[in-house]
C-alpha cells in the first residue's frame, strides 16, 4: 500500500504557546499549519503544569492563568482551521526530492511541507515508568501509560497505580465502563485535588472502585497479557489482584526525544538559531520558543511570540517565491481582515 501524505504550507512541532501563536502569524500570512503535539490537548507547559497559576507578564493582559490563555490563543487561530495531530510524537524527518520535509508520527501519520517549525519547549511529556519487573513484556497488550480509547476499557478489570490527579481522574473516568477498578497507591495521602480525592473517597465507601494501599511487585500472566498484579501492601501481606489492563499514572518527564536525531545544530538540549530568521541552519527548519537558544535568550511565552512573528515572515518568503506575502497592520489592511473573518 502506498502511504499517501498530507500535505500542508507549515507543520509546527509542539502545540504550546508558541506553536498556537505561530498558526495565527502564519495564518495572517495565508499559510495553513497542522501541529503535532504528545499531549492530548493544546498549552505544552501552560496546560500541563500550571493551568490554574496566573501569569503577570503576557503583555496587555495583568493577570491570565495557563489555561485561559490557551483558551484564548485557541480562539484566535480558529479562523485559520489549523489541523492538530494531539496524542503523537513526531518522530522522523526526512527529506524529500521535491525539497519538501516528510514528517512522520508515532501513530504513522505522514505530513509533507517545505517549512517545519520546532516549537517543542523542552521536548515531549513522557510517562515516567514505574520499575516492575518485567514490565516491558506487558506493555502495549496489557500496560497502558495514558487513556486514548475509553471503550478498551469496557467490562474489563482493571488495576489503576497512582496517586494524583492524573490516577484518581481516570478511576473516576473509568468506573462507570468498567466491570471493576482497584487503585494500588503506597500512602493513604494522595497528591490530587481536594475535590477528586473527595469524589474517588466516596467511590470507595459506595464499594464502587477498590483501593489497595502498597506497591506492585509482580506482573503475572502469560504472552505479554496480564491475569493478575501482585502487591505488598503497607500491612506486609502479599494480593493478587484480577486484572486486564494495569494503568500506572507515575507522572511525566520531559525529554527532547526524536528530536534530538533530526541533524539540527544542538546546544544543550537547544537548537542554536539565527535571530534574523529563527532558522536552524538546516533549510526550511525553524526553531522558536523555548527549545531555540541565541545569545539573548529569554524563555519566556513573550519572547516565543515575538520569535513566531520573525519565523513566519522569513519561512514564507523561502517556501514561497512566487507569491505575494500581505504584510501590514490587522487594524487597515484588508487582505488581513479577510483572511481574520472580520
Ligand atoms: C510553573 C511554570 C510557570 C511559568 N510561568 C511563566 C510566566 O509567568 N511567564 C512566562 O512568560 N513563562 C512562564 N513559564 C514558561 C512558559 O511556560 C514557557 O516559556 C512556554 O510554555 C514555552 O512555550 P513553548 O510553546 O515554546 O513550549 P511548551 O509550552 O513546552 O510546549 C511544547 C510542546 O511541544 C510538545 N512536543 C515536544 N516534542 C515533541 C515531539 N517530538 N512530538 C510532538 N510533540 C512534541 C510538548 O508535548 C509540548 O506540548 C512558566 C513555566 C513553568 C513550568
Redesign the pocket.
Known sequence: MVEVSIKTDMII????????FAVFEAGLLGLKCHL????DR?????T???PE?P????PARPKVT?QELVDDLMQQISPFDPVFHLN????DLIKLENNNWQMM?SEGEILESPIVVV???????VPKKPKYPNLEKYEEKSVDYAVYKMNKYQDKELVIVGGGDSALDWVMGLEPIAKKITLVHRREGFRASPDSEAQFKKLVADGKVDFVMGNVTALNGPDGKLDNVGVETVEGEYVELNCDYMLPFMGLK?S????AEWGLNLNRKHIDVNTETFSTGTEGIYA????CTYPSKI????T?FYEAAVMCHAAFPYAFPDRKMATGYTTTNTAIQERLGV
Not at 527532547?256 to 528530536?259: A, C, N, Q, S
Open positions: 512541532v509542539g502545540a504550546g504557546p508558541v506553536g498556537l503535532i503535539d504528545n499531549l493544546p498549552g505544552g507547559q501552560c500541563e503544569l500550571y497559576k501569569i503577570y507578564d503576557i495557563g503523537q510524537q513526531a518522530s508520527t516549537a517543542a519547549g523542552a521536548g515531549s511529556f520531559i527532547l526525544g526524536p528530536i522558536i520558543g523555548d527549545v524563555k519566556l511565552i513573550l516565543g
